[in-house]
């Protein structure tokens, strides 16, 4: 005989800064100082820890049945945002860790069985699901394959044939690991979940990355985690089995900065950054992607920066790089990064002028009465007064334009 009788108790404290609303970290970053761009930040990073049951107090702890759904299972939640007094963003991470005392048992699927509608118990001598239906039965089909929503890690009971399941976005599955973590931007489940996984037996006793790299800004924003049991994969068997760990969530400083090269598509002054465009860490990295679309046989030492503030651009330059084989072969030329400001309506003009003369030095350059433009082998560099800045030729340059609107072509 098999009745359902399955209780997980779960049992999943938080920890880091113990108290709700606490200070979980202070970070302070000096960003170097380039040609006047002065854009250090000192001491003015709080991350205020908010970490929250959404009904008793900090940990998230009760009996849990196997569900259909996140929603069935236990939750938690997490709030995180920087302080009203900083404009600085920051890059989040949660981790689940899966404490040693926690059954392998919870991480295993059940095998298939027939059962009777009436009673609930297996039937006994029916092992095929056709025989079950023959026999009337309801086929249990935990270890089976099944249809998988690769978004939600649900099941997806109106297809039931591998073909099925392709074709309408899913994806074919045998067994798997029954117990499921989620992450929701709500405390219902609904909507499409921020992350997903199954909790395997190999990660009992280690952390678990859960949810990485998301945004975090003086806005407050909440994270729910829910730990479920999916029921299409666990059986009738008697036993009772547990589970226990703890969220932990870090922080770091993000880059105020994003190099980008612009390719396929502008960047706006004003707007977030649109998605199409790959956003580099370093200037380097630009530059290389510029070379890639360009052939790779080219270097072009020039990229965009943009400064960001709440995911939204409040400032953009062209920067280029006089290298040391530059300034060998160039009497006056300087080796370093440098950037011109464009976006405002010329406002920068002069700054841009003591820049393009510090870095190239006046026997490469020329001062017109609308723009000042400076040429070596390999480098070209405008700015105008009331319009655009421009590194590079035309063809294979980049510029941001007197509205904010910047560019790369790397061909």
Request: hydrophobic share 30%; aromatic share 10%; with cysteine.
């Amino acid at each position: 005989m098999k009745k359902k009788n399955i209780i997980l108790i779960i049992a999943v404290f938080f920890v880091g800064i113990a108290l709700a609303g606490g200070t979980y970290a202070y970070l302070t970053s000096t960003l170097n100082v380039t040609n006047g761009n002065y854009n250090t930040i000192t001491g003015c990073f709080d991350i205020t820890y908010n970490i929250n049951n959404v009904t008793s107090g900090q940990d998230i702890t009760g009996t849990m049945f196997p569900s259909s759904g996140p929603s069935g299972g236990l939750s938690g939640r997490v709030g995180i945002k920087t302080t009203n007094a900083c404009n600085i963003n920051g890059t989040g991470e949660l981790k689940l860790h899966i404490n040693s005392g926690t059954s392998s048992s919870l991480m295993s699927p059940s095998q298939s069985y027939c059962e009777d509608r009436r009673t609930l118990e297996a039937m006994s001598g029916v092992t095929t699901e056709a025989a079950c239906d023959t026999a009337g039965g309801r086929w249990r089909g935990y270890g089976d394959a099944y249809c998988e929503n690769n978004a939600t890690l649900q099941r997806l009971t109106d297809y039931t044939t591998q073909s099925d399941c392709t074709s309408n976005g899913g994806s074919w599955k045998t067994g798997g690991s029954p117990l499921k973590y989620a992450i929701y931007d709500n405390a219902s489940a609904t909507g499409t979940p921020l992350s997903v996984g199954r909790i395997a037996s190999t990660d009992i006793g280690n952390d678990i990355t859960i949810y990485e790299n998301f945004l975090i800004n003086n806005t407050q924003a909440y994270y729910h985690i829910f730990i479920w049991m999916d029921g299409y994969l666990i059986g009738n068997s008697d036993n009772t089995a547990s589970f226990d760990g703890y969220i932990t969530a870090s922080a770091i400083q993000r880059n105020p900065y994003a190099y980008t090269a612009n390719l396929g598509a502008n960047v706006t002054k004003g707007s977030a950054i649109p998605n199409t465009i790959t956003v580099y860490n370093t200037p380097a990295q630009a530059m290389a992607a510029l070379k890639t679309a360009g052939g790779g046989t080219t270097d072009y030492p020039f990229f965009l920066r943009h400064t960001i503030n709440n995911n939204v651009v409040t400032e953009s330059y062209v920067g280029f790089v006089v290298t040391s084989e530059m300034a060998a072969s160039n009497s006056g030329m300087t080796a370093g990064t440098y950037y011109l400001k464009g976006g405002d309506k010329g406002a920068a003009y002069n700054d841009n002028k003591a820049i393009l003369q510090s870095a190239f030095g006046s026997a490469y350059c020329a001062d017109y009465s609308s723009h000042f433009d400076c040429h070596v082998s390999g480098l070209d560099a405008y700015a105008y007064s009331g319009d655009f800045v421009q590194v590079g030729p035309v063809g294979r340059c980049c510029y941001v334009n007197n509205d904010g609107i910047s560019y790369c072509s790397g061909g």
